[in-house]
């Protein structure tokens, strides 16, 4: 930590400089506001210790200029002519703290090293708050197909806002790296993101889960147990699969965002809260409007704007990305060397209908990884995949007239050999076409056709 000592006696300023040096500080001396301000202004200091009544720039003015100019820079005030008005002037203008002398060595060191364990507990709380940022922002969804931009640019819009939203999707499409990419690139980055599944729980404890319950409001409430939404007071509330909570917990869930308002079961009082919710869901919310599982008036507060997140399956350009990505974790959590995937094999993904997403695809590199000591991985080292459930690209055609079932599996294969020959070719579309037996500029028009991101692929 470094130090400024201002005092305009030297004798003081030598010794406060030669004990804090002796504990291991880095220090430095003025004798007057003017210069103190100065060395400010030229370094880097994390601590000023001034004296209040100086001749010119009075400590009081180095306070409030080095707060001014260097806001993070804490301040000690020291005069031998204390009263209780300069002390109150000192801790509004934002001292640390307002001291009278004499001092002594013991005093000195003990505030320097209180100072010194703050400024350290500071930095390491943003450091961790720039490690959550880093995991969880925007960058840290992967793809790059025509379906995650438009994903991207609703989180951009969304996360300026304090709007409730709605993220769709199925099950291992990465709604809550959504919710979680929409709150730490957003205005309350810094407060708490309480993430809670509905579906999880039985009626009677999700509303005590997430409202909270008094002491004695039922059997085993032995104690006071506030909810997930006080716990969330100030920042951003994710409500995973809200379409399985009960009528009865819809309806309070309503109020509580109708009166920004919530009452413990057990108890009358009303609990002021200020909570963004995201919910999200892998059903499909129409749907459940219409079968009444869902009360209308509670979606359409939520629903502000809705997010549907694709599933693995239209957007499998992005497999290639997913897979490095990966294998990238996965090498750092085991402490191994990243593998690489043979071209054989991530041809074996590609053509999967992937039922899991984005989550089955990461179970299976982890196995992949986990179970193969070669560093190459092989497709004969991937499980053998299922036959294509409902949904996929090929059970989707049937009952399709000809035409329309035709083009729908004709784009399918396009679009994943394309993605398979380019990854193979490193992204080198002069390569892959070579390797498809095409032109060029024809595979750069079916590039372009399919939405695939042309920006990661060289024309060589």
Known sequence: MRILVVDDEAIVRKSFVRALQDDGFTVESAENGEEALRKLDEAPFDLVFSDLRMPGIDGLEVLRQTKARHREVEVVLLTGYGTIQSAVDAIKEGAYNYITKPLNKHELLKIAR????????????????????????????????????????????VSRSDCNVVIAGESGTGKELVARAIHFTGPRAQTPFVAFNCGALPESIAESELFGHERGAFTGAIATHPGYFESANGGTIFLDEFTELSPNVQ?????????????????????????????????????CLRDGTLREDLFYRLSVVTITVPPLRDRVEDIPRLVDHFLLVCAERFGQP????????????????????????ENVIERAVTLTTSPTIEAIDLPKPPAPPPGTEGAAAEGLPFGDARRRLKDSFERENITAALHAANGNVTHAARALGIARSALQRLIKRHGLASEAFRDE
């Open 114 to 157: 209180e100072i010194a364990e703050m400024i350290r507990l500071r930095g390491r709380v943003e450091q961790l708050e720039s490690q959550l940022q880093e995991r969880y922002g925007l960058h840290n969804l992967i793809g790059r197909s025509a379906a995650m931009q438009r994903v991207y640019g609703l989180i951009e819009k």
């Open 251 to 287: 309806v309070k869930l309503l109020r509580v965002i109708q009166q920004r308002e919530v009452t413990r079961v057990g108890s009358t009082a009303l609990i002021p809260i200020n909570v963004r919710i995201l919910a999200a869901t892998n059903r499909d919310p129409e749907a």
């Open 338 to 361: 990243r593998k690489t995937l043979a071209p054989a094999a991530m041809g074996t993904l590609l053509r999967h209908a992937w039922p899991g997403n984005v989550r089955e695809l």
